[in-house]
Nanobody, 120 residues
Framework: QVQLVESGGGLVQPGGSLRLSCAAS????????MGWYRQDPGVQRELVAH???????EYANSVKGRFTISRDNTKNTVYLQMNSLRAEDTAVYYC??????????????WGQGTQVTVSS
């Protein structure tokens, strides 16, 4: 069992920055693939950024060059640095931890989400 707690969300003006944190307990994240997702009301949840247990990184096209995902396995924490924020970045942001098990099964955990609102 993995517990994930996001923090760092809030209200920011367009062009501003926020740093989201995802702190894990119950297990060590070094063996998990980690991701940040976001969801607007009535809209399907989408992947924002992903960092694999091997350090590989992928971003959604809409955030490339603006967001940076990183992980600190010593602190058991994953971060999302968000720069040059736009109104369309407004959403609830969720942290995800995933591990592939045997026979293709996966363990999948989600945080409670943190609200990011970009508005002038």
């Amino acid at each position: 069992q993995v517990q994930l707690v996001e923090s760092g969300g809030g209200l920011v003006q367009p062009g501003g920055s926020l740093r989201l944190s995802c702190a894990a307990s119950g297990s060590f994240l070094s063996t998990y693939d980690m991701g940040w997702y976001r969801q607007d009301p009535g809209v399907q949840r989408e992947l924002v950024a992903h960092i694999g247990k091997d350090g590989s990184i992928e971003y959604a096209n809409s955030v490339k060059g603006r967001f940076t995902i990183s992980r600190d396995n010593t602190k058991n924490t994953v971060y999302l640095q968000m720069n040059s924020l736009r109104a369309e970045d407004t959403a609830v942001y969720y942290c995800n931890a995933r591990k592939t098990l045997r026979i293709g099964a996966t363990a999948n955990y989600w945080g409670q989400g943190t609200q990011v609102t970009v508005s002038s």
